[in-house]
């Protein structure tokens, strides 16, 4: 089966560094998407890895190791509005998104 | 319009009804998806299109159906609703060039 794990919930301090994990196993991979959701709110595109390595966007960077089927999401100068969901998910054979359930990142002062 | 749009946003129906939800898109994408978002649970894929016309099953589509009859609209009907469709059901799109996909506010759906 094809299955997609991350840590349930995790906490940091403001201005803090954070690393989300995320294990994937899937039928095909053709790329691993970020996404953040805000409660009660829609999901919001954060990066998309397809190759091995670092993609940096501002605060946020994204991982990817195909070997290990493994992706980690790393953020930075962490800010109060950063409190949200992280979901991660992958494009499997078939072009479908297979999605975690998402890691809830609750951000202290 | 800008984006997705989703109606309702919000609902309470008894079981055994029908109900449409409706999605619409002007960024004329090709792929359009309807996912159900349940607690700790992932999202989950209910139906989806690649193209107006087609309509392909996701993980879990019994109790639901769907249509394309042109690029910009994507209903989601329940025939007969159950309790077990109480969910948040979001409604997304993608270009095929990028397989990012936008998302629309979503639909609160509550079935008593």
């Known amino acids: 089966g094809q299955n997609i794990d991350q840590p349930t919930e995790m906490t940091a301090t403001e201005g803090a560094i954070v690393q989300i994990n995320c294990t994937y196993q899937?039928?095909?991979?053709?790329?691993l998407f970020w996404y953040q959701q805000h409660a009660g709110e829609a999901p919001t595109f954060l990066s998309y890895?397809?190759l091995d390595g670092l993609e940096e966007k501002g605060r946020f960077s994204s991982f990817l190791s195909r070997s290990k089927g493994y992706s980690y999401l790393l953020l930075k100068e962490l800010q109060m509005k950063d409190s949200a969901s992280y979901l991660c998910?992958?494009?499997?054979?078939?072009?479908?998104?297979?999605w975690g359930a998402g890691t809830k990142l609750i951000i202290k002062p | 319009i800008a984006g997705i749009t989703q109606a309702p946003t919000s609902q309470i129906l008894a079981a055994g009804r029908r109900m449409t939800l409706r999605c619409t898109q002007d960024?004329?994408?090709?792929?359009m998806y309807w996912y159900r978002q349940d607690l700790g649970l992932g999202l989950r894929l209910i139906h989806y299109?690649?193209?107006?016309?087609?309509?392909g099953k996701g993980e879990v589509p019994d109790g639901y159906s769907v249509s394309r009859a042109n690029t910009d609209d994507f209903p989601l009907t329940l025939a007969s609703a159950v309790p077990s469709q109480t969910s948040v059901y979001f409604c997304?799109?993608?270009?095929?060039?990028?397989?990012?996909?936008?998302f629309g506010p979503g639909t609160r759906l509550t079935v008593l």
């Open positions: 998910a992958v494009l499997d054979s078939n072009y479908q998104l297979i």
């Open positions: 960024m004329r994408h090709n792929a």
């Open positions: 997304a799109s993608s270009d095929s060039s990028s397989n990012e996909q936008f």
């Open positions: 299109s690649n193209t107006a016309g087609t309509t």
């Open positions: 890895n397809v």
């Open positions: 899937t039928s095909g991979f053709n790329g």
